[in-house]
């Protein structure tokens, strides 16, 4: 199993970041690359469509409010992988209340690529959307 985190500091409060993303709904409102997310099963599978028209199904797994962190699982979508189970959370920074450490890691079982290949896509998604984070979150 391979496994990859990416996280970067956002100098938002951590309940104001969280507002932003924590909708498993709410990728379009911070996540350029995908402009659509159709929410359905109740709120616990959302279908994404990419800016290519390419569809990804997740399944929500797991959701907690107060700790501002929620995961979900790939059930459909156009990555080497299997068994792909990723988590997005805001931490908040002691001392410092008007900033949020945000994390975004996965595990996933590579199919057809290295662990090291499969590892790097993720890592870039999950950089290239909090980077995206962050502009939205201070724009």
Do not use: C, K
């Not at 959370?89 to 949020?100: I, K, N, T």
Request: proline fraction near 7%.
């Amino acid at each position: 199993m391979a496994t990859t985190t990416a996280s970067l500091d956002i100098p938002q409060s951590p309940d104001r970041v969280w507002r932003l993303i924590g909708g498993f709904g709410s990728l379009p409102d911070w996540l350029p690359y995908i402009p659509a997310s159709e929410l359905s099963e109740g709120g616990r599978v959302r279908r994404l469509t990419n800016q290519d028209g390419g569809v990804i199904v997740e399944r929500l797994q797991a959701f907690d409010h107060d700790a501002r962190s929620y995961s979900y699982a790939i059930e459909e979508a156009p990555f080497p992988v299997t068994g792909y189970l990723s988590t997005l959370r805001v931490h908040a920074v002691p001392g410092s209340p008007d900033l949020s450490r945000v994390e975004w890691s996965g595990t996933f079982t590579p199919v057809g690529v290295s662990d090291t290949d499969a590892e790097e896509l993720f890592h870039g998604i999950y950089t290239d959307g909090l980077a995206a984070l962050l502009r939205t979150a201070t724009a």
